[in-house]
């Protein structure tokens, strides 16, 4: 008999009752790694939600300091894991384990600040305005607002960051702080990758005794409808392909009850090369721009997909040097199979497409992934030609020449919606140039400034996030601490007495909070 070594959790159990098992397979060779997981039943989808809405009530209430002890023990069993651990995530994604290592810390680093977050109280966002009785025409009632958890929210797992964004990643994080149980889909590239990290979350959730459902998992294939059409879902995060975001999106709209899907889905992330910069810096812009590209294979989210720049010699100058650069890369092993048979499809819509040229790279082969230089003609990306528009996920990328800057003007305006935008620019040009960033500011959701877009900090101020189709809802971020308010809605309190309302609108203030009274940002007390 097969040892199963990876159950769906529900309630903190282990649960196998499908006989269909599936196996995780090391990236670089192929090869089935030792043992198999079990692919959920709608049964057991079906319980998981049951087990995340159970203990949604439980969880919501208690402390945010109870919460932000939770987030920090997941962060502390996850830099407990031992190498053993790092070493079957390289093997499930192809990833160096300076690069997993680099991961898991940035995975803990977003539990321990969405931990600070709660400790600050501004997630609450607190608001008061006090009764005026004697007001003419009509008195003001008491009003206070403050934000709870939207309910479950079902977080799907990414194949590109098999930590950062997955088992313990962003969304999850996020909706844990928000006081929302997670039911979690495994990502089939990772599965034993997931099953650690899942049993470091349950460990976390036994040592600060949070209630049973407040993080469950399931695998396979076929389940993200189950999950999200289930009625105790009230919210989902995704991260994936604009295909899996749309379709996700929709059975989300087509329920009784519609909910918010939160997806990072789709971005070229144009990177804007300015005529003086070039003059200047252009062998150095076209190093560490090769570099940003096919760093990590291009498995980035933001990763430059698009390069423009307007016609000169410094920029013709700029594409030799860059197709160079290009060439000198060395081929490197993708995600899994289905990643790189997506990225071969992806160049050969290119290769066989009218208007665009292959300017450096060797020749694709079936087993790592090559890194690719294309220049596309401007009429392309004017005439709304959506090739240009769609993301080829890997070390490709492609350059297209302007006539001047009102040309510029036009292509930006034809860009959709994108997670960065970068401008490499002299201070003094860049200045000359605030109407492109302006323009800028309408299509993404980060303007980067003479840097590259693959790195994203975690902080407070970080937006992972931008119009359609870079994100489903451009309101959000899937990375900061911003990334918490997709989980969270605001309840007003109307003529409550002060012993029934939350800790956070109570007059004596107990949290010690900021809070907006009366149109003024306030930590006091209020006098009864």
């Not at 999950?227 to 999106?249: C, E, R, Y």
């Not at 860009?415 to 040009?429: D, H, K, N, S, V």
Request: hydrophobic fraction near 45%; include cysteine.
């Amino acid at each position: 008999m097969t040892r199963i070594l990876g159950h769906n959790y529900i309630a903190g159990q282990r649960s196998a009752q499908s006989n269909t098992l599936l196996t995780s397979l090391d990236a670089t060779t192929g090869e089935p790694l030792p043992g198999v997981f079990s692919q959920a039943t709608e049964a057991e989808v079906h319980a998981a939600c049951v087990a995340a809405a159970s203990a949604f009530q439980p969880y919501r209430n208690l402390p945010a300091e109870q919460r932000a002890a939770f987030l920090e023990a997941i962060a502390d069993e996850l830099d407990a894991l031992g190498d053993d651990f790092i070493t079957t995530v390289c093997r499930e994604t192809a990833l160096p384990g300076g690069r997993i290592q680099g991961e898991r810390s940035r995975t803990s680093g977003q539990l321990r600040l969405f931990a600070k977050v709660l400790r600050r109280g501004d997630f609450y966002g607190a608001r008061i305005d006090r009764a005026l009785p004697e007001r003419q025409p009509m008195p003001r009632p008491d009003l206070r607002q403050y934000r709870i958890g939207v309910g479950p929210v079902a977080v799907f797992g990414a194949s590109n960051f098999p930590l950062a964004f997955s088992t313990a990643g962003g969304d999850t994080a996020a909706a844990l702080a928000a006081g929302c149980p997670v039911v979690f889909k495994a990502h089939s590239g990772h599965m034993a990758t997931a099953e650690a990290v899942a049993d470091a979350i349950l460990r976390a959730a036994t040592r600060t005794g949070m209630p049973a459902g407040v993080f469950n998992m399931i695998y396979g294939g076929g389940v993200g409808e189950w999950l999200v059409k289930h009625p105790a879902i009230q919210a989902v995060g995704f991260t994936g392909s604009l295909k899996g975001g749309n379709a996700l999106s929709r059975m989300a709209a087509e329920r009784a009850q519609p909910i918010p899907v939160f997806a990072e889905m789709s971005s070229i992330n144009p990177v804007i090369l300015l005529p003086e910069a070039l003059q200047a810096r252009g062998e150095q812009v076209a190093r560490e721009l090769a570099a940003s590209v096919t760093m990590g294979c291009g498995q980035f989210c933001t990763n430059p997909g698009l390069i423009i720049g307007m016609g000169s010699a410094a920029f013709t100058d700029f594409i030799e040097v860059f197709k160079g650069q290009i060439a000198e890369q060395p081929a490197q092993t993708m995600l899994n199979q289905g990643t790189l048979a997506s990225y071969r499809h992806g160049l050969e819509q290119l290769y066989n497409h009218p208007g665009v040229t292959h300017l450096a790279g060797a020749v694709q082969g079936e087993r790592q992934a090559q890194p690719q230089l294309f220049k596309a003609d401007v009429s392309l990306l004017l005439g709304g030609d959506p090739l240009l528009q769609e993301e080829v996920f890997g070390p490709a990328t492609v350059i297209i020449e302007v006539e001047d800057q009102a040309q510029l003007a036009t292509a930006v305006q034809a860009l959709r919606g994108q997670l960065t935008a970068t401008l490499i620019g002299q201070a003094e040009e860049l200045v000359g140039y605030g109407w492109l960033s302006q323009l800028l500011q309408e299509k993404v959701g980060r303007v980067l400034l003479n840097g590259y877009p693959t790195g994203v900090e975690v902080c407070d101020a970080m937006v992972h996030g931008g119009p359609y189709p870079a994100t489903s809802d451009a309101r959000g971020t899937s990375v900061g601490a911003l990334a918490i308010d997709r989980f969270l809605r605001p309840v007003c309190f109307q003529n409550y007495p002060d012993a029934l309302l939350p800790p956070a609108l109570q007059n004596a203030n107990p949290l010690g909070i900021s809070r907006l009274v009366d149109g003024e940002m306030l930590r006091s007390s209020l006098a009864d």
